[in-house]
């Protein structure tokens, strides 16, 4: 067993030896040919041992750079063909008071508690709270309605048709409903002008497609739109959606009997054909159609929000709020699962960052890659007559942009490759075939070299071999090389 153990250890050695002595990787060959003395090899040792640890530590530094520092953000002034995007806008009712106590009759009946109104109130426009549903529903001193909050909502909550009257862009009427389509949020239903879900239902180049993105060469875009109701508009980009946490400046706040005129500005984000090349955690954001969300049919920022609202809910409840949007009506809750919500109303509605201390809504969501910044730098308003009742809004396009963000990748799987090649050059005299070599001596040569196995031929120290001596050792190794050359 010692023995063969040994002949196993020796052919190993020898493969070994014929490897470094043959290589293209530098240095190798220094520390096993013959007749050198130790402290050569012992000095090629350590010099082969350190290049390999500096071109190891450089090539490990190459790809943390590329996958952690691959784009880098600057700010671009070349505007003047630059494409300008209007914001995409979500009207979102807010409260109407008439068309929910009349709901409210034909449900309780005329004269039922008021506090039924203030119930279905908090139903049809819930966000996260129901202190009236804990105070009358879970004591039994009212019959509340204890399921179907859905189809509650949709006979109280306006139409598309009831809320918006007139629509015009750059001063030409269109169809209001047409191109605010309902979208489903957390809110409830909205409808929103401008966004992909519009996009996808109609093609460009139909007669009514709205290009909603523009340069100096044509007009600055306009909006006006006429509504009967109360109202929220939100700003956000064609891929959000309104949310529970959506900043107040993005939130414009129309007035009955006013023309309320806002100013806003964009700042687009530029991404060159080559950052959708990287991967989602080199670029740190993520673009719309790389969705991964169940609530959503695009990614964005916000529907990642709401996603992991649902995510929340459904661990803390085990059901979901009716407005979730994609909801299946299994999963909403019953009168048990609102008020649920409701007592987790301060970890559920409010956002914090994993090292705050406070209760909140801790969600690992990216920024999508094409988010424009909106800002409103002016507002105007002006009377209409008070017997109209409706409320107008205008959303005006101030200027173009005289600069943008724009995304560039510093670090590409090209660079990546010529900083490692050029790490192994420097280091070890690498090229891809001298890896390629490895393979090639220890899985396929091994079995074809059978000198490996043969113990080396002895000569005596300080011996010149003659013609004689080297035709005797020839003979030997004749049934690997053949026939002997013809030595003079």
């Known amino acids: 067993m010692a023995k063969k153990r040994f002949s196993a250890l020796r052919v190993v050695f020898n493969l070994v030896r014929n490897y470094f002595n043959n290589t293209s990787f530098h240095g190798f060959r220094f520390i096993t040919q013959p007749g050198r003395h130790w402290t050569e090899r012992l000095l090629w040792t350590v010099l082969c ?17 590329f996958q952690n520092n691959a784009v880098s953000f600057v700010v671009e002034t070349t505007y003047l063909h630059a494409e300008t995007s209007f914001p995409s806008l979500s009207v979102c009712e807010e409260e109407n008071l008439a068309p929910l106590y009349e709901a409210a009759n034909q449900l309780f009946g005329e004269s039922h508690d008021c506090n039924l109104d203030e119930i279905l109130r908090e139903l049809t426009y819930f966000k996260g709270s129901a202190y009236y549903m804990k105070e009358f529903c879970s004591t039994g001193e009212l019959d509340c309605p204890k399921g179907g909050y859905s189809e509650l909502v949709s006979k109280v909550r306006g139409t598309c ?49 709205i290009e909603t993105f523009g340069n100096r060469l044509k007009p600055l875009p306009s909006l006006r739109f006429e509504i009967n109701g109360t109202v929220k508009v939100y700003l956000h980009s ?7 946490n959506t900043l107040t400046a993005d939130i414009l706040q129309p007035t009955t009997d006013l023309i309320k005129s806002f100013e806003i500005t964009v700042t687009d984000i530029e991404n060159p054909p080559e950052v959708k090349g990287l991967n989602i955690k080199q670029r740190n954001c993520r673009f719309a159609d790389e969705n991964n969300l169940q609530s959503a049919d695009y990614y964005s920022y916000s529907a990642c929000v709401v996603e992991c609202r649902r995510l929340a809910q459904l661990e803390m409840c085990n059901c979901t709020s009716h407005f979730m949007p994609k909801s299946r ?49 002016s507002t105007a308003s002006e009377t209409i007559s008070p017997e109209s009742n409706l409320s107008v809004v205008e959303i005006n396009l101030a200027r173009y942009a005289t600069e943008r963000y724009k995304r560039n990748v510093v670090r590409g799987p090209l660079d990546l490759v010529v900083s490692m090649g050029s790490a192994a050059g420097l280091f070890v005299g690498a090229s891809l075939l001298s890896f390629v070599e490895i393979f090639y001596f220890f899985i396929f040569r091994k079995y074809s070299e059978t000198e490996l196995r043969e113990t080396p031929i002895k000569r005596k120290k300080n011996a010149n071999p003659t013609i004689v001596d080297v035709k005797k050792d020839w003979r030997k190794l004749r049934p690997t090389y053949g026939a002997l050359p013809n030595i003079q």
Request: with cysteine.
């Open 329 to 377: 009506p299994e999963e909403q809750c019953d009168l048990d699962g609102i008020l649920c919500l409701n007592d987790h109303y301060g970890q559920l509605s409010v956002q914090k960052t994993k090292w705050g201390e406070k209760e909140g809504l801790v969600c690992d969501c990216l920024p999508g890659c094409a988010d424009p910044e909106y800002n409103i730098i």
């Open 161 to 209: 048709e009831s809320l918006l009257m007139s629509c015009s862009w750059q001063g030409k009427p269109i169809d209001c409903c047409k191109h605010f389509v309902r979208t489903e949020t957390e809110l409830g239903p909205c409808f929103t002008f401008g966004s992909l879900n519009e996009r996808k239902l109609q093609k460009k180049g139909d007669p009514d497609w």
């Open 49 to 65: 041992t350190l290049s390999w640890i500096g071109s190891g530590a450089l090539i490990l530094t190459s790809w943390e750079a």
């Open 238 to 244: 064609e891929a959000d959606v309104p949310n529970l």
